[in-house]
């Protein structure tokens, strides 16, 4: 799943994920509110959750810390099968060091967008391996 407002970088992150696998079923987001609707609705529609999420952190109405905060609320259960990767632009320290002390849960990993091969590869071999 992608939750990013950019809708150019949810078309690039995009061609870099079905370039790893043309098979891959891909959810775009791009309001994390929307997002948040979605995997709520999971369960009660009997539907498989994604493995992945990409979240971009700067986005209007919630942002992607605001989105992590409300998606550690939900089910324990999801949020077990489910690896969530900050994907932003920022390199800020603040925001690494704020997203240290998320991880483990809900956050598993943070990176600097733009999502390439070698970085989607990486976080495969890391959390579905």
Known sequence: M??????????????????????????VHQSALDALDYLKSLKKDNKTPPDLIFLDINMPKMNGWEFLEEYDKMDGD????????????????DDLERAKKLTPKPLKDYRT??????????????YFN
């Open 2 to 27: 992608l939750i990013d407002d950019n809708r150019d970088d949810n078309y690039f992150h995009e061609r870099i994920i079905k370039k790893k696998d043309s098979n891959i079923t891909l959810i």
């Open 113 to 126: 967008k733009p999502l390439t091969l070698e970085i989607l590869e990486d976080i495969i071999a890391k």
């Open 78 to 93: 999801l949020q077990s099968k489910v690896v969530v990767v900050l994907l932003s632009t920022s390199d800020n320290p």
